[in-house]
């Protein structure tokens, strides 16, 4: 059987190929350009005949049928030709990565302290945002470390939806929102960090949000302790019946100071890191309130620890090791350039973030059933004005501020113009 190549617009490129042994019922041509035949031999008859007549070596056109009109166009051989690049085989599909650049080589405000390489182009595309989460880069531990987080929290979701009825017991609606805060800042997070480098305000924005969802998150806390895991005798007091509202103020406060810690942040990087973790320091000591008098009681007094009080514990844990290396840039502070992949601060802050919230989901479960039949007895069913009301005012505050700051951008570092310099597809610098 002779070697052929046969697919759309192909060309039959080999010597002329010795005859086949006909087929008996094979005769004449095909009628009406289909080719109803399941047999090979009939396509080997069909590239010889056209073929004849053409010297040795040349290329004559193949009749253009498609591919679909053969039985098994997978058995066609193919014609090795090494005389031209494009006919040596099936073209393969190939994805090519985007390029990877040192500090020195990106504008300033993309910079991270003692990241040295790993950095991604400062102009991407989002489709090469989303290629480089597929790549080694400085973020793409940062991506992965909350986008996979995010799925395990909406199977967690999902599995307490098919055990407790959210939409007709008003006593597990702070659970309900609550649960969808939770899924939403991880992966507010992995998005922010997947398209940060499509351009210094698309860093900002991306930013933005991504502090907008922590601050709504810090609210889903105080909606699950206000709930279920306030002290005995705070119950139905002042703290009690003010401690959403004031919670949501905070979200308000903590987003708000967040984005504005964006605009010094070349100009005073100190000040600008100050003002962002007190955003984040002040809503968590307030929501915390009530799980801080309750350890200290039980440590004080001869409480039961049981598993709601050890999972608090663990969550604060991980909570005070999440703001520690935020704040200190260690280990990479140390060694500059040795962690700029593996291993620096702010992947160890998404992991014990994410090893806090799981700590702090599991503990307001246990209070949810421990103490569901106590505090039905003493607080009344939650309304949608004090749920879903006060989230949703919340959410469209945060937006609203959001907004604000974007709007202002045009004022922020590295926002009003292109970057100072960008490197091209060699590596080199280039004015924009």
Not at 273 to 294: E, G, M, Q, W
Not at 377 to 400: E, I
């Amino acid at each position: 059987m002779p070697p052929l190549s046969w697919a759309w617009g192909a060309r039959s490129c080999s010597d002329t190929p010795p005859s086949p042994s006909p087929s008996p019922w094979l005769s004449g041509r095909v009628k009406g350009g289909a080719l109803p035949v399941t047999s090979l031999e009939k396509a080997a008859e069909l590239s010889r005949e056209s073929s004849q007549g053409s010297c040795p070596g040349s290329c004559s056109p193949l009749p253009q049928w498609p591919l679909s009109h053969l039985c098994r166009p997978w058995a066609v051989a193919q014609c090795p030709d090494t005389s031209s690049p494009e006919r040596l085989g099936p073209t393969m599909l190939t994805i090519k990565l985007p390029q990877i650049f040192r500090v020195h080589q990106v504008p300033r405000i993309f910079w991270e302290d003692g990241i040295m390489s790993g950095y991604r182009h400062p102009k991407s595309s989002a489709l090469d945002c989303v290629l480089s989460s597929f790549q080694m880069t400085n973020e793409t531990v940062n991506i992965w470390t909350h986008f996979l987080p995010t799925w395990y929290f909406v199977w967690r979701f999902l599995v307490l939806s098919s055990s407790l009825d959210f939409c007709r017991e008003p006593h597990h609606w702070p659970l309900l929102i609550y649960l969808l805060l939770v899924c939403l800042y991880p992966f507010a997070s992995s998005c922010a960090h997947t398209f940060s480098s499509m351009s210094a305000r698309a860093r900002h924005i991306c930013y933005f949000c991504d502090y907008g969802a922590l601050s709504l998150y810090s609210l889903g806390c105080a909606f699950a302790y206000g709930a279920y895991a306030m002290p005995d005798h705070w119950v139905s007091g002042v703290l009690h019946r003010y401690f959403v509202p004031v919670a949501a103020f905070n979200s308000f406060v903590c987003t708000g100071l967040s984005c504005y810690s964006r605009f010094p942040e070349l100009e005073h990087p100190r000040l600008s890191k100050v003002l962002r973790t007190a955003a984040f320091v002040y809503p968590f000591l307030y929501d915390n309130i009530p799980l801080f008098y309750r350890l200290l009681f039980c440590f004080w007094s001869s409480c039961a620890w049981n598993e709601a009080v050890a999972g608090y514990c663990y969550h604060l844990l991980f909570a005070l090791l999440t703001g520690f290396l935020f704040a200190s840039h260690l280990p990479e502070r140390l060694a500059p350039g040795h962690f700029d992949y593996i291993g620096h601060s702010h992947q160890l802050f998404h992991i014990c973030a994410v090893l806090g919230t799981h700590f702090q989901l599991e503990a307001v479960l246990s209070d949810v059933c421990s103490r569901r039949a106590w505090l039905r007895g003493r607080l009344p069913a939650p309304g949608l004005p004090g749920t879903f009301g006060t989230a949703g005012l919340a959410l469209l505050g945060n937006a609203a501020i959001i907004s604000a700051f974007t709007t202002a951008l045009p004022r922020a570092p590295g926002s009003s113009a292109g970057p100072a310099s960008v490197p091209t597809e060699a590596g080199c610098l280039r004015e924009p």
